[in-house]
């Protein structure tokens, strides 16, 4: 079985986040994953913009994400994909946006990368044939975000 994916994410991928995890941390019968050896290659992701409305502008990001490279110098490659902007109702198509990417590196059981803001990937684990990672997302606008990763 591959642990990996390059197809499109959707609300649905990420109901264990936005309906448990998010607000109960990670299942305590979870296999918790500590270094990056079995973690790299391609990934569905979510970040959640403003998770309480706090800044006006709560809204999620749906993407792939691709972590390469060693403990001590990795890429995550972030593959944009579709944006909702909770307040104002609107979907935007932002498959035709340019890749952006980030470097960083492992560090104390999780991840960390700069690029367009800072990512740190806190916890990574496995529950069910799936894994699972979730962190926060500094933006370059200061707004605070939540990030998910899945793949089957």
């Known amino acids: 079985m591959s642990l990996s994916t390059r197809k499109r994410p959707n609300l649905g991928d990420f109901l264990w986040y936005t ?9 305590s019968d979870a296999t918790i994953i500590n270094n990056i050896g079995p973690l790299t290659g391609s990934w569905k992701a979510l970040i959640v913009h403003d998770l309480n409305n706090e800044y006006d502008a709560s809204g999620m990001e749906f ?3 691709v972590l390469t490279g060693t403990a001590k110098n990795l890429s995550v490659t ?39 803001g800072t990512i740190h990937l806190t916890q990574f684990y496995e529950q069910n044939g799936k894994q699972y990672a979730i962190g926060t997302m500094d933006t370059p606008d200061g707004i605070p975000a939540l990030v998910a990763l899945v793949r089957p």
């Open 19 to 27: 309906e448990g995890v998010a607000y109960e941390g990670v299942p």
């Open 63 to 65: 993407l792939n994400i």
């Open 78 to 116: 972030l593959d944009w994909y579709e944006s909702y902007l909770a307040n104002e109702g609107k979907r935007l198509d932002k498959s035709n946006m340019e890749d952006s990417v980030f470097n960083g590196k492992w560090e104390n059981s999780g991840l960390w990368a700069s690029g367009a």
